[in-house]
């Protein structure tokens, strides 16, 4: 007979830069994430910003627009210097 297991297991599904503890309900709680993990997780939430969604945002938002085009003025600016 196998052995049923009842605490928790430690999971990661990025190889290592995310780790989850995993309960044997198939719930999990973060427990670490490092540099990079939070990184590409940035780097997925800024994609909602771009794209034929957001530009319908910003033309319907005037002060999105405003926000938008201030951001991208600062960001030039800044990534002509590096």
Not at 28 to 34: A, F, G, N, S, V
Not at 45 to 59: F, K, S
Not at 71 to 79: F, H, N, Q, R, W
């Amino acid at each position: 007979m196998a052995k049923r297991r009842t605490g928790p297991i430690y999971v990661s599904p990025d190889g290592g830069h995310t780790v989850y503890q995993q309960m044997a309900n198939g719930k999990r709680k973060l427990i670490q994430e490092d540099h990079t993990a939070i990184m590409n997780r940035a780097i997925a939430d800024d994609q909602e910003m771009w794209g034929e969604d957001a530009y319908r945002l910003r033309a319907k938002y005037p002060a999105l627009k405003k926000a938008y085009d201030q951001y991208k003025t600062i960001y030039k600016l800044v990534s002509d210097q590096e």
